[in-house]
């Protein structure tokens, strides 16, 4: 059973950081394609970004590119989300997703609050 735990997630100040991290376990963030979505309140969730199985990286929003930055680690199998000036617009609840390429499969975790304060 795939299971993903997000941690991370706070209140900080305007041109703060934070650095969101997902545990995966049931099968290895190499084997995975990994994502970050985010869900504003009264928003629909949206894709972040997302690093593939093979690697590559893809950031949904001109607005987080430059400021957010995805990465693995498959010693640990964890993927994390660094964000750097940090704004109130991105204020949301993160979530982390497992998709098994080509299957359809996917495993979300259950979120982590940003709260992002002027």
């Known amino acids: 059973q795939v299971q993903l735990v997000e941690s991370g997630g706070g209140l900080v100040q305007a041109g703060g950081s934070l650095r969101l991290s997902c545990a995966v376990s049931?099968?290895?963030?190499?084997?995975?394609?990994m994502g970050w979505y985010r869900q504003a309140p009264g928003k629909q969730r949206d894709l972040v970004t997302f690093i593939s199985n093979d690697g590559r990286i893809y950031y949904e929003d001109e607005v987080v590119r430059g400021r957010f930055l995805i990465s693995r680690d498959s010693l640990k199998n964890t993927v994390d989300l660094q964000m750097n000036s940090l704004k109130p617009e991105d204020t949301a609840v993160y979530y982390c997703?497992?998709?098994?390429?080509?299957?359809?499969?996917?495993?979300w975790g259950q979120g982590t609050q940003v709260t992002v304060s002027s």
């Open positions: 049931g099968t290895t963030v190499s084997s995975m394609t």
């Open positions: 997703q497992a998709e098994r390429p080509f299957t359809g499969f996917q495993s």
